[in-house]
């Protein structure tokens, strides 16, 4: 098994519901619930096995399947029979013919004395093939578990459907406390990887912060070295992860796949997405475009002025599927006869501009979460016009999405070999002048991975973007 990335912060979380389960309750219902829900592939099954683990309570853990109600019945009384739960041997060749009788069942089993827990992951599955669980779940928890101490985690990857358990008027409603798994954060991976801030960060380009790449990668190893181990290898996690998460999230919509692909492909316009996936109708190819946003596959963003505007770009979201559908997806059959060879050639040729445009977004979100930008700045953005020209890596305003001043403008110069240069600096200048609502006074910002040539701007280091993801810090800029 591949070595467990520490989450603190989230094992703590759920020792606390854990360590409330064993103090009792309120009314003899010392019984918790959490909601625990991230995108495929973050870690949340194995975030909880090693819960579990240290734990060392008694515990069921059922991952739920696709399939029939009266299947998903027998599963969840099978897992129950084969758990560690004081009474599972009871539960060995147990039948239930609904959701109350199969939940009345698993509590029975579970400790009446010491803390327990039952784990249900991929529980939007059992939601789709009954909708009246909800409803059910609410009554067994009121009836049963919540009087015994039992701490019951209900893990998803489907965020809409784990959302929506969670919210007014829905059964579930404040039943159950609420956990969102994350990616690793480039603080994460400098500390877990031993990398320096600038390599940090580049490793999270590549991985997107998936504790199964980051697993294997190799301690204090570098992008570029980490690169060919991982392309030569067909099973290697690199190579796999991408196509599990698009076969897992996307296997019953081809046309919205073909689309996503598009913008891997770097169609970021309405228009241009529509010239790349001819074969797509338009009626089509919006539907797809809004399915994949809702699925927080795919990020819609306007450009951040004092003007509104109205030209939508799109890009991945998913940091990792950026990299994989960039150089692994489409060289599939290329690395699997055994010429990763050549994938990684072409990586390498490509890497300096492929990353220069990548770690753009990573950095709007390390400055949002930074302190020491100017005083004002509620947000932050780029700015583009329909040409290209001007286009604007950094913009702050007070406010989005229509800001009513310009806080600051920057540039994102991510070179290893030079500095942010005068000639930087100068083209930053002339991009600022054809910002709306900007004027000669709007302090200046380059993010540099290489230092800066020149002292009239603020300078942002990759140590202030990771350390923008570390707990209780602040990097100024």
Known sequence: MDRFLERASELAKLQRALDRVESGGRGGRPGRAVLLRGRRRVGKSRLVEEFVRRADVPHLFHCAAPGPRARQ????????????????????????????????????????????????????????????????????????????????????????????????GRPFYMRAAEMVLHPLTPADLAATLELPAAEAVDAHLVSGGLPMICARWPRGLAVRDCLRPALTDPASA????????????????????????????????????????????????????????????LAAELPLSVRPSRETRYRLADTHLR????????????????????????????????????????????????????????AVGGYWTRTGDPEIDIVGTDREPVGRRITTAGAVVWREDRPFSRRDLDELIVRRSRLPGADAGVPLLAVSRSGS???????????????????????GT
């Open 73 to 168: 019945l027998r599963e969840l009384l099978a897992a129950g029979a084969a758990s560690g739960l004081p009474g599972g041997p009871s539960l060995a060749g147990r039948t239930a013919g609904s959701w109350e009788e199969a939940l009345r069942l698993v509590a029975e089993a579970v400790p009446q004395d010491s803390p327990g827990v039952i784990v249900v992951d991929e529980f939007p599955h059992l939601l789709a093939s009954d909708p009246d669980l909800e409803g059910v779940l609410q009554l067994m928890f009121a009836r049963e578990l919540s009087r015994r101490p039992v701490l019951l985690i209900l893990v998803g990857s489907d965020s809409a459907a784990m959302e929506a358990i969670n919210q007014p």
């Open 238 to 297: 690199l190579v796999v992860t991408g196509e599990r998460a698009l076969a897992a999230e996307l296997a019953p919509d081809a046309q919205a796949r073909t689309v996503l692909e598009a913008v891997g492909a770097g169609a970021r316009t309405h228009s241009a997405i529509g010239r790349a996936v001819p074969e797509v109708p338009r009626a089509s190819l919006n539907r797809a475009l809004q399915s994949l946003v809702d699925r927080r596959l």
């Open 453 to 475: 040539a020149t002292s009239e701007v603020t300078l942002v280091t990759p140590e202030d973007l990771v350390g923008a993801w570390r707990p209780g810090e602040t990097d």
């Open 323 to 378: 990299f994989w559908l960039a150089f692994v997806g489409p060289w599939l059959p290329e690395i699997e006869r055994g010429r990763g060879d050549l994938t990684l050639a072409r990586v390498l040729r490509s890497w300096d501009a492929w990353r220069s445009a990548a770690v753009v977004p990573l950095v709007r979100e390390s400055l949002r979460r930074m302190d020491g930008l100017p005083r004002g700045t509620g």
